[in-house]
């Protein structure tokens, strides 16, 4: 796939946060996730207003065949925003674009999943299994324009949907910045974040943030404190 070429810009931000865990949107758990932890600021602030700052994620909620009308309450992974529906991942997102500022950007696929969380329970497996990659509906207009790029995804079944790979084999984000969030029932960030480093290997890859989906819907406070800790707010 054609890639682009983005100047280095990455350098401002350090490579570690601390993974923050909540207790989403997620298609198996492991582990309980670890009790949460401050994180720490980066090592060199950056001047407010200085980042292009794009908030790039994939939430079921805007990926499935959601009867109109539905209850969201059926289904803990499908979420109500003043926008329309959407999911855990994008309740985060949302609330980042409040403390950063930035630019929302709804990963789709051309096909959407099933409305029964169950069918996209074993569409989402089966997809890991084939190491898929499903054809993307959305796509950045102006990439190259970005310096920080927040990525979101629920945990599927130990990993990123797979629909996150095709992001990031389409797009080149050599010399960014790559700020990974997460939503999941318990197993937090996994092994996700390496995934993203090895896909982006010329990116800086922070070491992300995690909210559980049972928190989404009240992780703005949460969220804010650890956008500030990134000197990235507008």
């Known amino acids: 796939m054609k890639k682009y070429t983005l100047p280095a810009t990455a350098a401002m931000l350090a490579l570690s946060l601390t993974a923050c865990a909540f207790s989403g949107e997620e298609m198996q758990s492991s582990a309980a996730a670890p009790a949460a932890s401050a994180a ?27 009867p109109d009308g539905a209850d969201a309450s059926a289904s803990a992974s499908i979420q109500p925003a003043a ?28 096909a959407p999943y099933p409305a029964s969380y169950d069918a996209t329970v074993e569409q989402g497996r089966q997809e890991q299994q084939q190491n898929a990659r499903p054809a993307l509906a959305s796509h950045i207009e102006d990439p190259a324009s970005y310096d920080v790029i927040f990525l979101g995804y629920p945990n ?3 990993d990123m949907p797979m629909a ?7 797009y080149d984000f050599s010399g960014k ?44 406070n949460s969220v804010d404190n650890w956008v500030r800790s990134l000197h990235l707010a507008d």
Not at 42 to 55: N, T, Y
Request: glycine share 12%.
């Open 40 to 66: 720490p600021a980066a090592v060199q602030q950056a001047a407010p207003g200085s980042h292009k700052i794009l908030i790039a994620y994939f939430a079921y909620g805007e990926n499935a065949e959601i």
């Open 83 to 110: 926008d329309g529906m959407t999911g855990n991942t994008g309740l985060v997102a949302r609330e980042i674009q409040k403390s950063a500022g930035g630019e929302l950007f709804s990963i789709r696929t051309e």
């Open 156 to 158: 599927w079944w130990g």
């Open 164 to 170: 996150l790979y095709t992001f990031l084999d389409e």
């Open 177 to 220: 910045t790559i700020i990974p969030f997460c939503t999941s029932g318990g197993s937090a960030l996994s092994d996700t974040v390496e995934a993203i480093r090895t896909a982006e290997p010329d990116a800086v890859v922070l070491d992300g943030f995690h909210v559980s989906g049972s928190s989404a819907a009240r992780s703005g």
